[in-house]
């Protein structure tokens, strides 16, 4: 899977849009136009209790996770970057996720029935809202490490994300 910000849209836009779809063999790319030349790549894909949205933030997480002392990193990452401290916490309503292939990223479920076509959920307006609204989540995470974190490494590593 694609990191959720990109250089290359890997898509077509018709008709002046700023939303293609790609489908892929087990889950499918909503693929956002953004401004500047980048571009926001959200998956639907399946999961055991439905379907889920998932932006792959690639290793980058493992900044936290791995961490020796994540009560005082939290501490530290409190005032600067509240946004890091709710998607940590649970805060966010969003989850930092695994899935298979080791990829670390943020999830939201989506209310629809267990295995269901994905191609006809695709349309779906309530799934594309749900898709723009965790796509937005992860550009304000993203602008406030950028921005606000006070460890410099964190700033250097989100490069790792979009090449």
Same mark, same amino acid.
């Given at each position: 899977? &694609?990191?959720?910000?990109?250089?290359? %849209?890997?898509?077509?836009?018709?008709?002046?849009?700023?939303?293609?779809?790609?489908?892929?063999? #087990? @889950?499918?790319?909503?693929?956002?136009?953004?401004?500047?030349?980048?571009?926001?790549?959200?998956? !639907?894909?399946?999961?055991? #209790?439905?379907?889920?949205?998932?932006?792959?933030?690639?290793? @980058?997480?493992?900044?936290?996770?791995?961490?020796? $002392? +994540?009560?005082?990193? =939290?501490?530290?990452?409190?005032?600067?970057?509240?946004?890091?401290? #709710?998607? =940590?916490?649970? %805060?966010?309503?969003?989850?930092?996720?695994?899935?298979?292939?080791?990829?670390?990223?943020? /999830? &939201?479920?989506?209310? %629809? %029935?267990?295995? +269901?076509?994905?191609?006809?959920?695709?349309?779906?307006?309530?799934? !594309? #809202?749900?898709?723009?609204?965790?796509? /937005? @989540?992860?550009?304000?995470?993203?602008? $406030?490490?950028?921005?606000?974190?006070?460890?410099?490494?964190?700033?250097?590593?989100?490069?790792?994300?979009?090449?």
């Amino acid at each position: 899977m &694609r990191p959720f910000i990109q250089r290359t %849209a890997g898509a077509t836009f018709t008709c002046g849009s700023s939303l293609s779809l790609i489908f892929r063999k #087990d @889950y499918i790319e909503y693929v956002f136009k953004l401004q500047g030349g980048f571009y926001g790549i959200i998956h !639907l894909i399946p999961a055991a #209790d439905g379907q889920m949205l998932f932006a792959d933030w690639g290793d @980058y997480f493992q900044l936290i996770i791995g961490h020796n $002392e +994540p009560e005082k990193l =939290m501490r530290m990452l409190e005032k600067p970057c509240p946004k890091v401290i #709710d998607l =940590m916490t649970g %805060a966010s309503g969003n989850s930092l996720v695994t899935i298979r292939g080791g990829q670390l990223g943020i /999830s &939201r479920q989506v209310n %629809a %029935a267990p295995n +269901p076509n994905l191609i006809a959920l695709a349309g779906d307006e309530k799934i !594309l #809202d749900e898709a723009e609204q965790l796509l /937005s @989540y992860c550009l304000d995470l993203f602008h $406030e490490i950028r921005t606000k974190c006070p460890f410099p490494e964190w700033k250097k590593r989100l490069v790792n994300l979009y090449g």
